[in-house]
């Protein structure tokens, strides 16, 4: 009898438990795997006790290891994103381990309830993108920490709608991926539309670019950038691919593809072949839609990066923003020689990339993006010590809205509705609760560049050099970031009247940052209204 009602009251708790999990949105797992998911948080609960005694330690996991994926979940759920008792590096031995060093009188750091403290974190770039070549919408972007190119697609629908309504939240451009512009792009972000080989969302029947269609992309849209992939990190010299089984009858409309069959992009691009070509084309988006209009590929040899700027200086041609991808990339799949042995990490592809451009001083007059794993607040800030004016996200912006590195993107069967098509899973995404999340992310982000760069002696991010950094090896020594990447101080800076304009507004009351940020000129919304 007693275990009868032992059984009945146990299954009706697992009744009640699994009707609770299907219906909550908070977390992905639970609607998606009732009453199982459960084990996958107990588990987290005790993992650092199981990893001390039978698996691995913080700081061995990969991609992102489980101190890294701590950080970004707590920052973006705005909990205790601290940790206690020391670092558990070991620093004496580790190579290639950042040190930042810290200025001896340090800038305060408004704490809240002072006049100066900004709970958003605002931190604008301080470079003006599209002014050097008059585009006729030059903006300055408003933060230098903003959302990297993922795709309709690869991404479910509520991954994008999460991710571009968070953009907005933080004030920050989200990058539409090659996949074009769906309806889950248009919660209100403002976008940098991406054009790949495949000019998904801008093609005509035949697959090739359509600039008519461009252009009412572009007019029906908060665009206000456009980025001509050329490659990525994740898969350098190797078109995109969308297996079949992610093709879903709205993929195929938005991205103008049939249905039912695999989606393989050219590795090369049709609309031109050469740097001549591509800076027409360059020249002839902007003519179009009046954005800026910059390019995005990893680094493999040098010589297009050689031909690049010696033609920009020659012909007066140029593009308005360079984003390099590290070959640690990782948010496209890719054959695993490709991903491991192809393209240059970011902080070897990037030095090399911008002592081109400082050669025929270029470096002030073209804003560079980085991204790859610069998520974090060391590697955002050494990227800007290199010479970036701003950082793209892309895999932290995914852990944000609940990824946990099951690394089955390239499957269909992501558990938490992240990367897949499967609408069992993908409904478990709530996007408003999410898009807080990364709006969270973003902002703790910000508000870790700030706190470093005012411990390093100034008020902005990009004012930070390579001097502020030494590399640690494993025979303890530690090796200056100048020397090591032969690399001088000063040539990561913007120029004197762009250093003159950001330390204006970083010390501006916080009521007047805004219009100072703000390039005065036709808006965006006004070109969406007119149709231009």
């Not at 976008?191 to 998904?200: D, H, K, N, V």
Request: proline share 5%; with cysteine; hydrophobic share 40%.
């Amino acid at each position: 009898m007693w275990t009868l009602i032992v059984l009945g009251v146990i299954v009706a708790v697992a009744a009640v438990v699994t009707v609770h999990d299907l219906w909550q949105t908070k977390h992905a797992i639970l609607k998606n795997f009732p009453i199982i998911g459960h084990f996958r948080y107990w588990l987290e609960a005790i993992g650092p006790e199981l990893r001390q005694y039978i698996v691995t330690s913080n700081n061995e996991e990969r991609p992102f290891s489980r101190d890294q994926r701590t950080w970004v979940y707590a920052s973006s759920k705005r909990e205790n994103n601290y940790f206690g008792f020391g670092t558990d590096d070991d620093l004496e031995s580790s190579p290639n381990h950042l040190i930042i060093k810290h200025a001896a009188f340090p800038i305060h750091d408004p704490h809240p309830g002072e006049k100066e403290f900004d709970q958003e974190f605002r931190i604008p770039c301080a470079k003006v993108m599209g002014a050097y070549r008059g585009r006729r919408f030059a903006f300055r972007p408003k933060s230098v920490v903003n959302v990297s190119g993922m795709s309709f697609g690869s991404l479910s629908g509520p991954a994008v709608e999460a991710l571009n309504i968070g953009s907005k939240l933080a004030g920050c451009l989200q990058n539409t991926g090659e996949g074009g512009i769906s309806p889950y792009h248009q919660r209100g972000g403002d976008l940098m539309m991406q054009i790949g080989t495949g000019y998904f969302g801008c093609r005509d029947s035949h697959g090739n670019f359509d600039l008519g269609m461009f252009k009412e992309v572009v007019a029906a849209n908060p665009v206000r950038a456009v980025e001509i992939k050329l490659s990525q990190g994740a898969k350098p010299g190797v078109g995109g691919f969308l297996p079949a089984a992610k093709i879903t009858a709205e993929i195929s409309r938005i991205r103008g593809i049939p249905q039912g069959r695999d989606c393989a992009s050219p590795s090369n691009h049709t609309a031109f072949r050469n740097v001549d070509e591509m800076l027409d084309f360059v020249e002839k988006l902007a003519d179009a839609s009046g954005v800026p209009i910059g390019i995005k590929s990893a680094v493999g040899e040098l010589h297009f990066w050689t031909d690049l700027a010696e033609s920009m200086a020659r012909t007066h041609r140029g593009v308005d923003f360079i984003t390099i991808d590290g070959g640690e990339g990782g948010t496209g799949a890719a054959p695993l020689v490709f991903a491991d042995h192809v393209a240059l990490p970011f902080k070897i592809g990037f030095g090399r990339v911008y002592r081109e451009f400082v050669k025929f001083d270029l470096h002030h007059h073209v804003v560079f993006n980085g991204s790859g794993k610069l998520g974090f607040p060391e590697t955002g800030l050494f990227a800007m010590a290199l010479g970036c004016d701003t950082i793209s996200v892309a895999r932290e912006a995914m852990l944000a809205i609940g990824c946990i590195q099951a690394q089955r993107c390239h499957t269909g069967h992501c558990p938490s509705g992240v990367a897949t098509q499967n609408w069992w899973l993908k409904r478990g995404l709530d996007p408003t609760l999410k898009s807080f999340r990364v709006a969270n992310y973003v902002a703790t982000l910000r508000k870790e560049l700030l706190r470093l760069s005012r411990a390093c002696g100034v008020v902005h991010p990009s004012l930070v050099t390579l001097d502020h950094f030494d590399v640690l090896d494993d025979r303890l020594q530690a090796l200056a970031a100048t020397t090591l990447f032969d690399h001088r101080p000063e040539w990561g800076l913007p120029s004197a009247d762009d250093q003159e304009t950001i330390r204006r507004i970083m010390s501006a009351p916080l009521d007047q940052r805004d219009s100072l940020v703000h390039i005065h000129g036709k808006s965006r919304s006004k070109l969406v209204e007119s149709g231009v």
